[in-house]
């Protein structure tokens, strides 16, 4: 299904220009010119398509995971930006460079240089300022904002401008049909769906400190509603609705309950950012709407994998106790391997219940934690997961295992580079990369 929903967006994307090629396969225009109007027609398809993909749509992300999804949302603007800025100065040559800079131009052309300048803003944003600290929430609020006015812009402009639009009654009627399904998009996204979710929301069960900084948060559906079916190791976006003038804001956060406990879902969530560090506030009584369930970050969807390799730092543990409760509850025979990094003894989370899988036969479960800064009679692992100690765990037969990787990018990338170094496929290498998730 994945590579079938891969071809009908390639072939959405370049449905417009077969249209026009067909329809006008010969003109009087210059070679530059013809490639400046296809970068448009393909564009333009690209950019209406991006409500969709970052919609959180199960159809969609289904096959691939939210996280990949958005992650091609955004590479998929950065190729849009490119083909409208190579636009204009394709035309240059039939129109001269007053296309450009000049004010004397058709009223449509200024809908398309305002496209353009409100594109770059919303690049500048995305790939500048918020990997440089600016606050997601602020940041989605200009991007809800510069997004939809780019999909306006860009339709009046192509719309009124475009001689293909004038001359080819499809193409028009391509255009509106797909701008329609843009506007769609957004507006049930970002309207209808949270008013739905609001009118059955979660009520916040039990709040329970696991270590100094980190909390997990019980959620139970209304009474009388079952819960929203979800694999363990998958995620969902909450979103508190506390009292005591608490900020709401929505956020996504593992689940790191499994399915085969009943009544609830949980999230275990490290006090980090301005939000998360009020989320030990959060008591029993409080609502929150739960969006899920996200990601395919779960042994669930590999059922070929032989045996189960869970390499995890700090809070990145969430996902694997979610997957070891359910090896656990499911008896499991599997041969499991968690190498678990954490600063110091009391930042290590679920140690107890880590502790009580261990010694119980189903999975058949190793523990190996690593400390940077171990107590005095620390008799374990110490430093960093490194390639040595990797190698030295998960021996030489690697055949048919499942590697899990979660935690702080650092671990997750060089834990993916020694896997591959020790011949592991990248079939058999998992990872969920949490943020940028719109």
Not at 104 to 124: C, I, M, R, T
């Amino acid at each position: 299904m994945g590579t079938l929903k891969i071809i009908l967006y390639g072939i959405s994307v370049l449905l417009p220009l077969v249209i026009a090629i067909i329809a006008k396969p010969y003109t009087d225009k210059s070679f530059l010119y013809e490639i400046g109007r296809g970068a448009a027609l393909m564009a333009f398809m690209i950019l209406m398509l991006q409500p969709l993909l970052s919609g959180r749509f199960k159809w969609i992300e289904g096959s691939f995971g939210l996280d990949i999804v958005i992650r091609f949302h955004r590479n998929a603007a950065i190729i849009a930006a490119g083909l409208l800025f190579a636009h204009p100065l394709l035309l240059t040559g039939e129109h001269g460079i007053g296309l450009l800079i000049g004010f004397d131009v058709p009223w449509p052309v200024y809908f398309g240089k305002a496209a353009l300048l409100f594109l770059a803003a919303n690049l500048v944003l995305g790939l500048y300022f918020l990997p440089r600290g600016m606050k997601f929430e602020r940041w989605r609020l200009f991007h809800d904002i510069i997004g939809p006015t780019i999909l306006v812009l860009a339709f009046i402009h192509g719309y009124f401008q475009g001689h293909d639009l004038k001359d080819i009654a499809a193409l028009r009627t391509l255009w509106i049909a797909i701008f329609t399904v843009a506007v769609a998009a957004f507006i049930y996204h970002r309207l209808i769906r949270p008013r739905r979710l609001a009118r059955r929301p979660y009520r916040v069960t039990e709040v329970n400190r696991e270590t100094g900084d980190v909390w997990t948060v019980k959620l139970a559906p209304p009474d009388g509603q079952p819960l929203n079916a979800y694999q363990p190791g998958q995620f969902h976006f909450l979103t508190f609705l506390r009292g005591g003038g608490l900020p709401v804001e929505e956020h996504h956060w593992t689940i790191s309950s499994s399915p085969t406990e009943k009544g609830f879902v949980s999230s275990t969530i490290k006090e980090l950012g301005d939000f998360t560090a009020t989320i030990g506030k959060t008591g029993p009584g409080d609502r929150a709407l739960v969006h899920a369930p996200f990601g395919r970050f779960s042994y669930t969807f590999h059922p070929e994998e032989k045996n189960l390799v869970f390499i995890a730092g700090g809070i990145g543990i969430t996902p694997i106790r979610s997957m070891l409760i359910h090896l656990r509850d499911s008896g499991s025979p599997r041969n499991v391997l968690l190498l678990y990094a954490n600063s110091d003894r009391e930042n290590i989370v679920f140690y107890d219940e880590l502790s009580e899988i261990e010694k119980g036969s189903h999975p058949n479960l190793r523990v190996v934690h690593v400390l940077q800064n171990p107590p005095d009679q620390w008799t374990g692992e110490t430093g960093r997961i490194d390639g040595q100690m990797i190698r030295r765990y998960i021996g030489e037969d690697k055949a048919g295992d499942g590697y899990y990787i979660c935690g702080p990018p650092g671990l997750v990338s060089s834990s993916i580079n020694i896997l591959k170094s020790l011949g592991v496929e990248d079939k058999r290498i998992h990872t969920e990369i949490f943020s940028f998730l719109d």
